[in-house]
């Protein structure tokens, strides 16, 4: 089956920094990595994703970079703020029976220190 | 719009008891899942339901772990018996399959704490 890898465990960034969170997928046939946002005691929520026809996206501060042949994606947020602290996942899945089956991987704790 | 409802939040018991958790996913969304998240871990899929059809338990522990999905609504998941491995969150998941792969919406989980 699919294994993701997520590096940092632990991001401290100043706020105006910015921050960059890395993953590693095993699967070639994986198409779809999304990125999920989880403050303490919060549910995850999707900030980003991208598919894997594409090798870029961004959506304001946020930004996900794809690199299909070294099978690894990352996050990057610029001008990081406080509220930007918050334990980031990111995961991966493929179209067709495995459809909706996201293979997370363990989490970076990112801290914007004001 | 409501979200994903989970309930209890917080659910402490002794070992060997049953503890079951509820769920109640976006209304539309056909396809459904259970997650398991440990401490300081990603989420890893327990079951994953396309309509009322269990398409994906293979990481279930079926011996003590149950689910069910009612109506193709609201979803039960059961441990008996629990055992102290088993503290965790439990997270529920909705998504609309449309045309691809697209956002899970998770519930607030429910901790469990096993004595």
């Known amino acids: 089956g699919e294994n993701v890898e997520q590096h940092p465990s632990t991001l401290s960034v100043q706020e105006g920094d910015s921050a960059v969170i890395k993953c590693t997928y095993s699967d070639s046939a994986s198409n779809y990595f999304p990125w999920y946002k989880q403050e303490l005691g919060k549910r995850p929520q999707l900030i980003i994703d991208i598919r894997s026809n594409v090798g870029e996206k961004k959506d304001q501060r946020i930004a996900v970079t794809l690199n299909k042949t070294a099978k690894h994606f990352s996050l990057h947020i610029t001008e990081t703020q406080p509220e930007d602290s918050a334990v980031y996942f990111c995961a991966a899945s493929k179209y067709g029976t495995s459809y909706g089956k996201l293979t997370f991987g363990q989490g970076t704790i990112l801290t914007v220190h004001p | 719009e409501a979200g994903v409802v989970q309930s209890p939040r917080y659910k402490i018991i002794e070992k060997k008891q049953p503890v079951a958790f509820w769920c109640n996913p976006i209304?539309?969304?056909?396809?459904f899942y259970w997650y398991l998240q440990n401490l300081g871990q990603g989420p890893e899929l327990l079951i994953r339901y396309e309509n009322e059809e269990a398409v994906d338990d293979s990481q279930l522990p079926k011996d003590r772990f149950s689910a069910e999905r009612l109506k193709g609504v609201d979803s039960t998941l059961k441990i008996q018996p629990a055992e102290l491995g088993d503290s965790a969150v439990y997270l529920c998941a909705s998504s609309s399959r449309g045309a691809g792969p697209g956002e899970l919406f998770f519930g607030e989980g429910s901790r469990l704490t096993v004595l």
């Open positions: 209304s539309g969304h056909n396809t």
